[in-house]
């Protein structure tokens, strides 16, 4: 059985930094595609990016390209979500997800697991 566990959010101001961090527990981490989702209140779920288990490639929805960078550890079973230059638009609740392929996709419907997510707020 697959868990996983998010950490790291928390109230910042515009123009900062946050990493959010992914502990993923369960057999054979380096064989799941890992994606970070986000949903703010009243809206639905959406992807902001994903790394492949096959090899590391990654996608970003647009607006975070160039401030957001996902990368995974499987020696610490762990995906991480470097988050630079906030905005307030960024504010939601954020979710870690797990998939059993390779194949990066966009959509919450094809990852098989999902953490609790964790509140990230950025002030302006």
């Known amino acids: 059985q697959v868990q996983l566990v998010e950490s790291g959010g928390g109230l910042v101001q515009a123009g900062d930094s946050l990493r959010l961090s992914c502990a993923f527990s369960?057999?054979?981490?380096?064989?799941?595609?890992m994606g970070w989702f986000r949903q703010a209140p009243g809206e639905e779920r959406q992807f902001v990016a994903a790394?492949?288990?096959?090899?590391?490639?990654?996608n970003y929805i647009y607006s975070v390209k160039g401030r957001f960078t996902i990368s995974r550890d499987n020696a610490k079973n762990t995906v991480y979500l470097q988050m630079n230059s906030l905005k307030s638009e960024d504010t939601a609740v954020y979710y870690c997800?797990?998939?059993?392929?390779?194949?990066?996709?966009?959509?919450?419907?094809?990852?098989?697991?999902w953490g609790q997510g964790t509140q990230v707020t950025v002030s302006s």
């Open positions: 997800a797990a998939r059993s392929s390779p194949v990066l996709i966009t959509s919450s419907q094809g990852y098989d697991y």
């Open positions: 790394i492949s288990s096959r090899d590391g490639s990654t």
């Open positions: 369960g057999p054979t981490f380096n064989s799941y595609t």
